[in-house]
């Protein structure tokens, strides 16, 4: 006897719809990653340092990545003091993108026209 026939009709109608809703979720979760970043904190320093390990980056089999960049150390450059007006966000060492992302950042991060120091708010909305 299976599951199903043990079920009244109206019972069976809803456990069908349940698991087809069920099934499309897990589809259309599958397509977008959830748990990714959609917008990352960047300085200069750590551009660099994910443009050099793109590669590596982009080899990963999984749909979503983890970027972590916690290894880069600055390059010798002590930054000033800031302003007690003007507010700095910490740049993101670690953060979890997609693959759209992650191809999407590394366009993003070599755009000639970007100031990435003291730190940059990247919107990665319009990357998935």
């Known amino acids: 006897m299976s599951a199903f026939s043990a079920l009244t009709a109206p019972a069976k109608t809803v456990a069908i719809v349940a698991a087809t809703v069920f099934a499309i979720s897990s589809t259309a979760a599958g397509a977008t990653c959830g748990l990714c970043d959609s917008e990352i904190v960047i300085n200069g320093d750590l551009a660099a340092c994910f443009l050099e390990k793109y590669d590596q ?11 972590d960049l916690s290894d880069c150390s600055s390059r010798g450059i002590v930054e000033a003091l800031p302003s007690a007006t003007v507010q700095i966000d910490e740049p993101d060492t670690q953060f979890m993108i997609s693959r759209d992302q992650l191809a999407c950042l590394r366009a ?4 000639p026209d970007l100031v990435l120091d003291p730190s940059a708010r990247i919107d990665l909305t319009s990357c998935s």
């Open 57 to 67: 980056l982009a080899k990963e089999s999984d749909p979503a990545i983890v970027v």
């Open 108 to 111: 993003k991060l070599e755009q």
